[in-house]
């Protein structure tokens, strides 16, 4: 199985920035989509940028031009660059990632979800 771990992520002020890092371990066959979702309290979780194994990527409107998703093929790892942030930004951000089974077939891994708090 492909474990997730998310890391990056803490307090900052608003305007400043951060980077999540996402890495993939365990049983690797290959990785197709990596998505970064989060969830803030009281709200439904959302796709907040995706990324293909091609490296194709979408956004949720309220990131355009702010957060920009990438990644590193050879490492097994995607990131999230966060800029301009503001305090409507604030959730648990998880990673989620495309596993192909060794047996074939795919299925979805997640990360444990980790904090972002931007505040003054």
């Known amino acids: 199985q492909v474990q997730l771990v998310e890391s990056g992520g803490g307090l900052v002020q608003p305007g400043g920035s951060l980077r999540l890092s996402c890495a993939a371990s365990g049983s690797i066959v290959s990785i197709g989509d990596m998505i970064w979702y989060r969830q803030a309290p009281g709200k439904q979780r959302e796709l907040v940028a995706g990324i293909t194994s091609g490296g194709s990527t979408n956004y ?3 990131v355009k031009g702010r957060f920009t998703i990438s990644r590193d093929n050879a490492k097994n790892t995607v990131y999230l660059q966060m800029n301009s942030l503001k305090p409507e930004d604030t959730a648990v951000y998880s990673c989620n990632a495309e596993a192909r089974r ?19």
């Not at 990360?111 to 931007?118: E, K």
């Open 102 to 120: 060794v047996g074939g077939g795919w299925y979805d891994a997640w990360g444990q979800g980790i904090q972002v708090t931007v505040s003054s």
């Open 60 to 62: 949720v409107d309220s």
